[in-house]
């Protein structure tokens, strides 16, 4: 059963360190919409207004006009907002965002949201921090596609969605937010194509480090998958290495 609105922001990144009352007003002020599943929306869309994730997916892509090959940029869930690049400068920023799932979401006006901020320490106080991990999240990602192998793009990629101290009845890590994408959509987050990425799945599996079946995607050796993530660590210069080792 979808949580109510409320309860989602009390568990987000984002919003979990505010007041119940401005939560609520948060809540009151935003207008509930829903996106099906398989939805391509408007960029527009993040130009006036705010929308924070209550249920659901939404993959933000760049899309070459040319070729038509889009690589993923991010991958947004519960408690995430969209565009929090447009809310910070009022500029257009060009995304494409397209519904993994049935996505419901808080539609609020920009200056609204610019205001709470400006208004709220409760919420600048955790807004920076966030958007900190959004900029980390590029630089890693521009700096992976430089330096790493496919092997090593994809073992980041799952790792980074993985919760090391939840483990299911049979010992294996969940994986959130992409457990069931396609060999395709994974490929588009570390700028591969699928039969390429279908050939590392079928590594990892051999080597009994993933289970991979019917969309379900978990990790069943940890270790080994940490391991696949630094191998690009080993052919690297000294410099990179000391700046790896600083982060």
Not at 29 to 51: H, R, V, Y
Not at 187 to 198: D, F, H, L, T, W
Not at 212 to 232: C, M, P
Request: include cysteine; proline fraction near 5%; aromatic fraction near 6%.
């Amino acid at each position: 059963m979808p949580a109510e609105p409320i309860e989602t922001l009390q568990n987000s990144e984002l919003f979990g360190g505010a007041d119940m009352s401005l939560l609520q007003r948060i809540v009151n002020a935003g207008e509930k919409i829903s996106w099906p599943k398989g939805e391509s929306l408007s960029p527009d869309i993040a130009q006036k207004d705010l929308f924070v994730i209550l249920e659901g997916r939404l993959k933000l892509s760049q899309v070459d006009p040319h070729t038509g090959r889009s690589i993923t940029l991010f991958l947004l869930g519960s408690g995430d907002i969209y565009d929090i690049f447009t809310l910070l400068d009022n500029a257009e920023h060009i995304t494409f965002p397209v519904t993994l799932d049935r996505v419901e979401a808080l539609r609020i006006p920009l200056p609204q949201a610019r205001e709470w901020l400006c208004r709220y320490p409760e919420l600048s106080n955790r807004f920076l921090p966030y958007l900190g991990k959004m900029m980390r999240h590029l630089e890693d990602f521009s700096e992976s596609m430089v330096f790493d192998d496919t092997m090593t793009r994809l073992a980041k990629l799952i790792l980074r969605h993985v919760d090391p101290q939840k483990s299911q009845t049979d010992g294996h890590h969940p994986v959130r937010l992409i457990h069931n994408l396609s060999h395709e959509s994974l490929a588009e987050m570390i700028g591969s194509v699928r039969a390429v990425v279908s050939t590392q799945i079928h590594k990892l599996k051999d080597q009994d480090i993933i289970f991979s079946k019917r969309g379900h995607l978990a990790v069943k050796n940890l270790e080994a998958l940490r391991k696949k993530s630094d191998l690009a660590l080993q052919c690297l210069c000294p410099e990179r290495k000391n700046r790896k080792a600083d982060k």
